[in-house]
C-alpha cells in the first residue's frame, strides 16, 4: 500500500505522524465519480420526461455508459486502488471526465432548446 506520512498539530502543539494510504485518494475519487454519474442520470431522466428525442441523448448516453462502465470496473475490483492506486485514479478520472462531458451535451441540448 502506498502510504504518504505528514505531521498533523495536536491540541498541545505536538507533532504526530499520521498515515494516509491510498485507499483514502481512492474512496474520494469514487465518491465524485459517483456523484458525476448519478447527476448525468438523473440530467438524461428529465430529459425523457420533457419528451427528447432519443436520437438527440445519443451522445449524452454513450458519455454515462462508459462513465458508468469505469466506475463499475473500479467498485468490481473491491480493493479501494491498494494494488494499482495510480491506475484506479486514472480510470476514476476518466469516469469523472465522461460524466461532466455528457453533462455538457445536456447543457447544450438544454440551450438549444431555449
Known sequence: MTMAYYTVPTALSQRSPCRIDSGDCTKTLMIRAEEAVVALVHDLQH??????????????????????WR??????????????????ARILGEAIDYAWCGQLEMAKLQSASH
Request: aromatic share 8%; proline share 5%; hydrophobic share 45%.
Open 47 to 68: 430529459a425523457q420526461e420533457f419528451d427528447i428525442p432519443a436520437e438527440q441523448l445519443e451522445a449524452a448516453q454513450d458519455l454515462q455508459r462508459k462513465a458508468q
Open 71 to 88: 466506475l463499475d470496473f473500479v467498485a468490481a475490483e473491491n480493493s479501494m486502488g491498494f494494488h494499482a492506486p495510480q491506475e484506479a
